[in-house]
């Protein structure tokens, strides 16, 4: 049964009645520029097939009545004076999108609301933010309101810093909402230029999920952000967007170490994603390859966020792969998934190396899928 199709059953289901707006939001894989957004950086995600959807039927004055159809929960509350729910989780994803809306002034309807999504939790591909996202794009509709692609990101973003207290930056949501069928966006994320930039068809993007789990991920994000504040501080930079190779020279030994190798990080992930924007833009594979590895390879020894099972799987794939294409640790770190690109002709010989000799921590095989940038995300029908 298609997504949609579940979503539909799902509805009539809880609430024995159709919905009358329909809204998707893709998940997003992040082919290079980790951990900058927040410094102001740059990043280079693409949007994949598996998405969120929701469907609502509005009712003024009513509660809002939430049923996320993939784990069997609901929630309700009254959207004029919501506030978190204890329990966490899914809730206050949504709970959170109210809230902002309402902030934003945006008089946000009750009344019966399923969501349903085939990203799977805890794989680094953005289940969260496709959710805020789809969630905006149909309380807006049912508002009769229609905002731009990036105020819609941005307001999805706040979302999750909220309620959820993620201090995330805002790669996940624009990546979500602003992405473009067939292409790769750079992102600017201090100015918030877009770029879109086509993709051959003959190139392959290859997600491999790792299976290591990513524990404890929020404490180590949080400090990591602190980490870069420090180093931004210390060179007397408003983000470290602003600092080049130069003032990191100029640091080093004043510094603490660990600030200095986190800003090389960002530093360099800055400069090798623009690079690679441009790499991709002229169909150089063997660029955009070369700087995936080196980008792992900061994120391993400098940024401390790969674990040995990613720096495994990266290792096979960029061996199998060869010049033309390169794989990477993708996300947030600490596991979750890893990320190639290469010519269609090498999929075969990729999938083949990693089904040979890599397994999950639990001896299992990995997960691999081969994506097809998909478009971002839209209300489909209302
Ligand atoms: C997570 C965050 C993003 C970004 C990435 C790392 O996905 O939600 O804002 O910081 O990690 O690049």
């Known amino acids: 049964m298609s997504l949609s199709a579940r979503l539909r059953t799902g509805f009539a289901e809880a609430y024995g009645a159709a919905p009358l707006i329909e809204a998707r939001a893709p998940g997003r894989v992040n082919l290079i520029g980790e ?5 102001d950086g740059f990043a280079m995600p693409v949007a994949i097939g598996p998405e969120t959807r929701v469907a ?16 069997g929960e609901s929630d309700c509350f009254d959207p004029a004076t919501v506030s978190p729910h204890t329990e966490g989780g899914w809730r206050n994803y949504v ?7 309402r902030r934003a002034g945006v008089a946000v309807p009750g ?10 939790r805890g794989t680094g591909l953005s289940s969260s933010a496709s959710l805020e996202v789809a969630l905006t794009h149909a309380l807006l509709a049912a508002a009769g309101q229609s905002w731009r692609a990036l105020d819609i990101a941005l307001l ?3 979302a999750e810093c909220g309620f959820p207290g993620v201090r995330c930056g805002n790669l996940d949501q624009i990546a979500s909402a602003a992405t473009t069928a067939g292409h790769a966006l750079l992102i600017d994320c201090r100015s918030l230029a877009l770029r879109q930039i086509p993709l ?10 790792s299976g290591v789990r990513r524990g404890l991920v929020d404490g180590e994000y949080n400090t990591r952000r602190a980490e870069c504040e420090r180093a931004a501080a210390f060179m007397g ?7 080049d190779e130069a003032m990191l020279a100029a640091a080093q030994g004043g510094l603490d170490e660990r600030a200095w190798r986190r800003a090389r990080h960002v530093i360099g992930d800055n400069r090798r994603t623009r690079e690679a924007a441009e790499a991709l833009a002229a169909d150089d594979l063997i660029a955009t390859g070369r700087l995936m590895r080196e980008s792992h390879l900061s994120q391993a020894a400098d940024f401390a966020i790969t674990v040995p099972h990613t720096d495994s799987l990266a290792g096979l794939l960029n061996t199998a792969i060869g010049d033309e294409g390169g794989a990477r640790q993708t996300g947030g770190g600490f596991g979750g998934a890893v990320v190639a690109i290469m010519r269609r002709a090498r999929v075969e010989t990729a999938r083949n190396a990693v089904l040979a000799n890599y397994r999950t921590p639990d001896g299992a095989l990995p997960d691999v899928r081969v994506e097809t940038p998909a478009a971002g995300a839209a209300v489909i029908a209302r």
């Not at 051959?200 to 999920?209: R, W």
Request: aromatic share 6%; proline share 3%; charged share 20%.
């Open 95 to 101: 709970r959170g999108v109210v809230d902002e809306l």
């Open 35 to 39: 951990h900058t957004d927040y410094n």
């Open 56 to 71: 609502f039927l509005p009712e003024a004055g009513a509660d809002l009545r939430v049923a996320a159809l993939d784990f």
């Open 237 to 243: 930079v408003a983000a470290l967007r602003d600092a």
């Open 200 to 209: 051959p068809d003959d190139i392959a993007i290859m997600i491999v999920q």
């Open 156 to 158: 999805a973003q706040r």
């Open 111 to 120: 009344g019966a609301l399923a969501i349903a999504g085939s990203i799977a």
